[in-house]
């Protein structure tokens, strides 16, 4: 079975920092693709960061750009997303989803595989 957890996230003050994990079981995560995205309440959900299966390739939203990095451990299955500087804007559920390729996508009807999410509150 194909699990996807994220965990890491919470409340922090504007400024402040915090490390989502993406643990992965249930299928190669090397030959997967890993992207983070986001969802606010009211808003379409939206494309924050991805790494490539390799690891050799990465992208960022614009908005997170120079915040946040992220990075995997293929000998653990995770994927990472830290966060810095966090803003109040930052706040939304974020999820990870993983697809089968060597590249980057933005788009989440490319993900065939999610998790159930894990909430960032960034208050000001």
């Known amino acids: 079975e194909v699990q996807l957890a994220e965990s890491g996230g919470g409340l922090a003050q504007s400024g402040g920092s915090l490390r989502l994990s993406c643990a992965t079981s249930?299928?190669?995560?090397?030959?997967?693709?890993i992207t983070w995205f986001r969802q606010a309440p009211g808003k379409e959900r939206e494309f924050v960061a991805a790494?490539?299966?390799?690891?050799?390739?990465?992208d960022y939203a614009f908005s997170v750009r120079g915040r946040f990095a992220i990075s995997r451990d293929n000998a653990k299955n995770t994927v990472y997303l830290q966060m810095n500087s966090l803003e109040p804007e930052d706040s939304a559920v974020y999820y990870c989803?993983?697809?089968?390729?060597?590249?980057?996508?933005?788009?989440?009807?490319?993900?065939?595989?999610w998790g159930q999410g894990t909430q960032v509150t960034v208050s000001s």
């Open positions: 989803a993983a697809a089968r390729f060597n590249g980057l996508a933005y788009r989440a009807r490319t993900y065939e595989y």
């Open positions: 249930g299928f190669t995560f090397d030959d997967y693709t």
């Open positions: 790494i490539s299966s390799s690891g050799g390739g990465s």
